[in-house]
C-alpha cells in the first residue's frame, strides 16, 4: 500500500506524540522509538522504517511542538507559483509566433546551399547580424504595435 506524503507526515507525527517521554519541567523533549509498544528501537532504525530522513523528523518534531496534530504546512504557502505569472501558451499565441516566424525568414531568411534529398523544403538560416534574441525583440516590437502593451507576451526562452 502506497501512502502520500501528507499522509505519512500525519502518521509519523502522530507516533512521536506517543514515542514523547518528556518531564513537566523539562522544556526539551525526547522521544522513545519503538515497534508495537514492546521493541525499543534506536532512532536511525525508525527513520529507516518510515522512509524518512533525519532533518524530516527533526521538522516533524518541530511541527508537532508549534502546531500540534495537524497537518504541516509549508513555508511557500501562499506565494504565486511562476507558471502562474507567466503568459500561456495556446493555439493562438502559437499560430501568431509561427505566422511572424514564417514572414521573418521570407524577408531576412538564408536559404541553406546544401541540397537535402529527405526534405522537401530547405533550411532557412538567420543572417550573421541577427541572434534568436535579436528576432525575439523584433516579435516584441511588432507585437506591442497591433496590440496594448498592458497584455502580457510570451518569454523570449518560451519564443
Known amino acids: 500500500?502506497?501512502?502520500?506524503?501528507?499522509?505519512?507526515?500525519?502518521?509519523?507525527?502522530?507516533?512521536?506524540?506517543?514515542?514523547?517521554?518528556?518531564?513537566e519541567n523539562s522544556v526539551i523533549h525526547r522521544y522513545k522509538y519503538n515497534f508495537s509498544n514492546h521493541?525499543?528501537?534506536?532512532?536511525?532504525v525508525y527513520i529507516k522504517l518510515c522512509g524518512i530522513t533525519e532533518y524530516m523528523l527533526k521538522t516533524l518534531q518541530d511541527d508537532l511542538q508549534t502546531?500540534?496534530?495537524?497537518e504541516r504546512l509549508h513555508k511557500n504557502?501562499?506565494?504565486i507559483p511562476k507558471i502562474k505569472s507567466c503568459a500561456q501558451v495556446d493555439l493562438?499565441?502559437?499560430?501568431?509566433?509561427?505566422?511572424?516566424?514564417?514572414?521573418?525568414?521570407d524577408i531576412f531568411g538564408l536559404p541553406s546551399p546544401m541540397c537535402h534529398f529527405d526534405d522537401s523544403d530547405a533550411f532557412i538560416y538567420l543572417?550573421?547580424?541577427?541572434?534568436c534574441t535579436s528576432v525575439y525583440n523584433e516579435f516584441k516590437i511588432n507585437f506591442y504595435a497591433e496590440h496594448d502593451e498592458n497584455i502580457q507576451i510570451i518569454s523570449n526562452r518560451t519564443f
Open 127 to 131: 543572417p550573421t547580424g541577427k541572434t
Open 92 to 105: 493562438e499565441v502559437g499560430l501568431m509566433v509561427k505566422q511572424f516566424l514564417l514572414q521573418y525568414a
Open 39 to 44: 521493541l525499543s528501537l534506536c532512532q536511525l
Open 77 to 79: 504557502i501562499g506565494h
Open 67 to 70: 502546531n500540534g496534530l495537524s
Open 1 to 23: 500500500m502506497c501512502i502520500g506524503t501528507n499522509e505519512l507526515e500525519l502518521f509519523v507525527k502522530a507516533q512521536l506524540m506517543s514515542f514523547e517521554t518528556t518531564s
